[in-house]
């Protein structure tokens, strides 16, 4: 049978969007579609965003957050689903001391590097923050090697 965790770290990294929940002032979950980067071992995701959207503004008040990334090509309906879930705390990043987040993003979206550029986003020359999302729970997702399809995997 497939270790549901070497599925999951061959599978998260390949993922370019992810749908992420904060939580508004009232308590509802207020979903956004964001590009993505990662790093496993530990888990963090990634995402850069301008901080006065409504989601980076939710995050700073109310850090936990909840999301999903789906990676596979999609052709139809009764495809074979994989994917995978997660919650954990988001936190927006300092403008310096993070070169090693900002070349993981920046890693995987080179056509945006500019936009999180280390020396510019310490002089406050950059309109996007960077956010890290530090991951403590996961389920897979996976109609392919599971019957039931959903399996919890341990973060680290």
């Not at 993070?98 to 936009?115: L, T």
Request: charged content about 25%.
């Amino acid at each position: 049978m497939a270790d549901p965790r070497e599925l999951l770290e061959a599978y998260v990294p390949t993922a370019k969007v992810m749908q992420l929940a904060t939580v508004d002032e009232r308590g509802d979950p207020y979903v956004n579609n964001l590009w993505c980067a990662s790093t496993l071992r530990p888990d963090r995701l990634y995402f850069i965003s301008r901080p006065d959207r409504l989601h980076c503004e939710y995050l700073r008040q109310r850090p936990r957050v909840a999301g999903a990334l789906l990676a596979i090509e999609l052709t139809a309906p009764d495809q074979k689903v994989r994917g995978v879930t997660f919650t954990g705390t988001a936190v927006e990043l300092p403008r310096q001391g993070i070169d090693a987040q900002i070349s993981v993003y920046a890693g995987r979206w080179p056509q945006v590097a500019a936009a999180i550029d280390p020396v510019r986003m310490a002089a406050g020359e950059t309109h996007h923050r960077l956010y890290e999302i530090r991951v403590l729970s996961w389920v897979l997702y996976d109609e392919e090697n599971f019957k039931p399809p959903r399996q919890p995997v341990e973060a680290y």
